[in-house]
């Protein structure tokens, strides 16, 4: 494993702290490259002005990083039945993947978007929830691929239920695997897969159906500790996925999880 290519996420304990902090610790441990989410203050994808991204550039140009991209994921909903959230998603998602091209990455990670119980639960309804996710996957691979920037779709693993009832209601959509290919069917083969190894456990999906069904189009793999990583690596082998070609990203809490992220680093990330 010493071969692959590894990036550290923002997620990773860094939020609060800009985003130079993280590429410069990166740097510092010897990472390939990082994973920026202009998702909360100092680093909305609003306050990354011209002088910031030119220092981050530099930062990851002086030390041979590559960066990608996590696209907004709370409070936005690429494939809502509401007009004005779906519109407000989709520009917000414009602008990250103008960020993403101004700070030198290739590849955006997106969370598609979320079904309510309600949009499920009535066929009328269910019928016009794909109609508007198709309507706006589409235009935002559109736009992404006129930037030149690959959209890559993330597995989910968010449901809904109440305190006391132990109903429990898919929220993200692409869950399972059905579902999943359904999303990346509407972007017409320009979709590429980031698979959460933790999403995947937390939803009872098998990694050996997950890597049968989307294989090579898997570009990026989020995982939390070496143990998880080894597993898939174990079952990517037995199905004839290259590893050596996947960017992969450490996505954990880097202060609780400290530790992981030094035996990691024992593995030889780069």
């Known amino acids: ?39 909360q203050s100092p680093n909305l994808y609003f306050e990354i002005n011209s002088a910031r991204a030119k220092k981050i550039n530099t930062i990851l140009k002086e030390n041979g990083l590559t960066a990608s991209l996590h696209n907004v994921f709370y409070d ?35 969370h598609p978007g979320y079904i309510y119980p309600g949009w499920r639960s009535d066929p009328k309804q269910e019928t016009r929830y794909w109609e508007a996710a198709k309507k706006g996957i589409s235009e935002i691979v559109g736009y992404a691929e006129k930037q030149k920037i690959k959209l890559l779709f993330e597995n989910g693993s968010y449901h809904l239920t109440s ?28 979709i590429g897969v980031c698979f959460d190894i933790g999403k995947a456990r ?40 290259d590893l050596e070609k996947i960017d992969f990203v450490y996505e954990g809490k880097l202060v609780i999880e400290r530790k992981k992220i030094e035996k990691l680093l024992k593995h030889g990330p780069c």
Do not use: W
């Open 163 to 190: 305190k006391n009832s132990p109903k429990s209601i898919a929220f993200h959509i692409g869950i399972d695997i059905e579902e999943f290919r359904r999303i990346l069917d509407f972007g017409c083969g320009k």
């Open 202 to 241: 937390a939803s009872g999906i098998k990694f050996e159906d997950f890597i049968i069904e989307f294989g090579n189009d898997i570009e990026q793999v989020q995982f939390s500790s070496i143990e998880s990583l080894e597993e898939f690596s174990e079952t990517s082998k037995k199905n004839g996925l």
């Open 1 to 39: 494993m010493n071969n692959l290519h590894i990036s550290l996420s923002y997620a990773a304990g860094f939020y609060t702290l800009p985003f130079e902090t993280l590429c410069e610790y990166a740097a510092k441990h010897n990472y390939y490259g990082v994973q920026l989410i202009p998702d």
């Open 76 to 110: 936005i909903n690429l494939t809502s039945l509401i007009p004005d959230v779906q519109h407000n998603s989709i520009n917000i998602t414009k602008k990250v993947i103008r960020l993403s091209k101004k700070l030198g990455a290739k590849h955006l990670t997106v």
